[in-house]
């Protein structure tokens, strides 16, 4: 196997995905002979995506190729587990957090669904994501209460926290085939300013504390060191070259696929990195339960990793849904078409989504007039007209109309660029004009000029902020949705010039309800981005 380095782009690191063969049935062997084999089944940033996914994470619909969803997934556990066991292997399932925030189970049930997927699958550890503490520190401890299985996390401080700090513990051993093995957790520091854990909760710094915790975890005998990350993937690479002693990272929060020979992999699957001590392997499975990671190992007997061979396995229909996760789902689904029915507002006129993707439309500038009212802090909203899934119409609103128009799970963003940057982002939304673009911009707060008959790149002439003209090197405060943040839609300088960002606001729909529901003005087409 190939070890990719510190400085290794996304780039590079698909090149050496695409430079390495498919995985091979039997393990590369060093010349030790083995005495410990296990197999860590493993996922990571589930989302509460419990039904079926079109690629991308909407809600699958009739006619398009569809993934995933909870029953699916318990089914390939269960048989990654059972091979694992026929191959003589001692399986470990593992969770690498965030299993909340994402759809409507989440919403209407606060993590009970997640919490009775997550028995039915057999989950022996998880560590926390920073979508856990979305709805603060209560609505933790009540999910957690619910689960059989060790919660770790050993850069949190819960000290002052009493509704957690009994229930979160730093590490937990597992037996594997007779051999003991650590599993350490870390959570994202990002999740003091992402999330909303309240003031009680201090998050450390991981390196920090993998330091302060693994002269423990040796001393109790453990030989093997597994970390269960929910830190992202090169954050997981820099911890790799700043602490020794660690055999594998199973990892999350990035969203980033590791695989061999799948569509759409960023690395290859495991990822190898230096560290002071030796190789560690680092595997992460994409995101919303679309794949299962399986990475099989071959233990020395002081516990390091003589041999691997990872597999993922991305779940298409053709894996039978698991009937007793089937169950569950449909029983916490229920409720959820009484949700879809009730009515949550009212439209004073009809808007279409017509024309959203090719110039400005009245459905858009209602949409980032909402997002700005909901961000007071902001001086700008820009959303993608593409979102925009259906218009609105006259009369009573219900929330299945809302989510018609918005389904694809969306959370208010907020970031904040230089002028010039935002400008980047703006010539970005008008880069696929004169044809229709689901990343054509739908504004507030802000008016364009812009030509399609210009050269790509310098199609933007005009850019005013509150009446004044765009100052290329002032910080402008800018909210849109988490996944233009994050780079979607080509929206790259909101991801990579971000002075600073907060991924984890309220969903789109609440913003939009509660804007109607408020009695604010209607707007129609007002010269927001007007070609010229």
């Not at 006259?394 to 208010?412: H, Q, S």
């Not at 880069?431 to 790509?456: C, E, H, L, Y």
């Not at 309220?506 to 087409?525: F, Q, R």
Request: charged share 20%.
């Amino acid at each position: 196997m190939l070890p990719t380095r510190g400085g290794l782009s996304r780039r590079g690191l698909l090149a050496a995905t695409l430079a390495l063969p498919l995985a091979a049935p039997a393990l590369r062997r060093a010349a030790a002979e083995p005495t410990g084999r296990i197999s860590v089944v493993h996922f990571n940033d589930f989302h509460s995506h419990h039904d079926p996914i079109v690629a991308g994470g909407a809600a699958c619909r009739e006619g398009k190729t569809c993934y995933g969803g909870a029953a699916r997934l318990a089914t390939a556990i269960k048989e990654a587990r059972a091979a694992a066991v026929t191959d003589g292997r001692a399986p470990l399932t593992l969770d690498a957090g965030d299993e909340f925030t994402g759809t409507l189970f989440y919403t209407l049930h606060r993590g009970a669904a997640e919490a009775a997927v997550q028995k039915a699958n057999g989950v022996q550890v998880m560590t926390l994501g920073n979508h856990e503490f979305d709805q603060g520190p209560a609505n933790l401890a009540q999910y957690l209460a619910m689960l059989p299985f060790p919660i770790v996390s050993a850069n949190l401080d819960l000290a002052d926290e009493p509704q957690l700090r009994d229930r979160v513990i730093p590490w937990t051993t597992l037996d594997a085939g007779g051999r003991k093995v650590a599993i350490i957790g870390l959570t994202t520091q990002e999740t003091a300013v992402t999330s909303s854990p309240g003031p009680t909760i201090r998050f450390g710094d991981p390196a920090a504390a993998l330091e302060r915790v693994l002269p423990q975890v040796r001393a109790q005998g453990a030989s093997t060191v597994l970390v269960l990350s929910h830190l992202g993937l090169e954050n997981d690479r820099k911890l790799v070259k700043q602490v020794g002693g660690i055999d594998l990272i199973v990892g999350g929060h990035s969203h980033t696929l590791l695989a061999n020979g799948l569509e759409g992999a960023e690395g290859p699957d495991p990822v190898m990195e230096e560290g002071p001590t030796g190789l560690v392997r680092i595997v992460q499975a994409g995101c919303y339960s679309r794949y299962l990671g399986r990475l099989d190992l071959d233990l020395s007997p002081e516990g390091r990793i003589l041999a691997h061979n990872g597999v993922m396995r991305e779940l298409t229909m053709d894996v039978a849904p698991d009937p007793e996760v089937s169950a569950i789902v449909a029983k916490f689904a229920a409720p959820l078409e009484e949700l879809r029915r009730k009515p949550v507002t009212t439209m004073p006129t009809t808007l279409s989504n017509g024309g959203c993707t090719q110039g400005e439309c009245a459905l858009g500038n209602l949409m980032a007039d909402a997002m700005l009212a909901a961000a007071p802090k902001a001086e700008i909203a820009i959303n993608n007209g593409g979102g925009l899934r259906a218009g609105l119409v006259e009369g009573t609103v219900t929330m299945g109309d809302i989510l018609a128009m918005l389904p694809f799970n969306n959370t208010l963003a907020t970031v904040t660029v230089r002028g010039h940057d935002l400008q980047a982002a703006l010539e970005n939304g008008v880069s696929q004009m004169p044809g229709a673009a689901g990343r054509f911009p739908q504004v507030a707060g802000m008016t364009v000029v812009w030509s399609p008959d210009r050269p790509k790149g310098s199609r933007i002439i005009r850019v005013e902020v509150g009446g004044q003209p765009l100052d290329p090197e002032r910080a402008y405060r800018v909210v849109t949705n988490n996944f233009m943040r994050n780079g979607g839609d080509g929206y790259d300088s909101f991801r990579d010039a971000a002075l600073e960002y907060y991924d984890n606001g309220s969903p789109l729909e609440d913003t939009l309800i509660d804007y109607l529901s408020a009695g604010k003005p209607v707007p129609g087409v007002q010269g927001r981005i007007v070609r010229g």
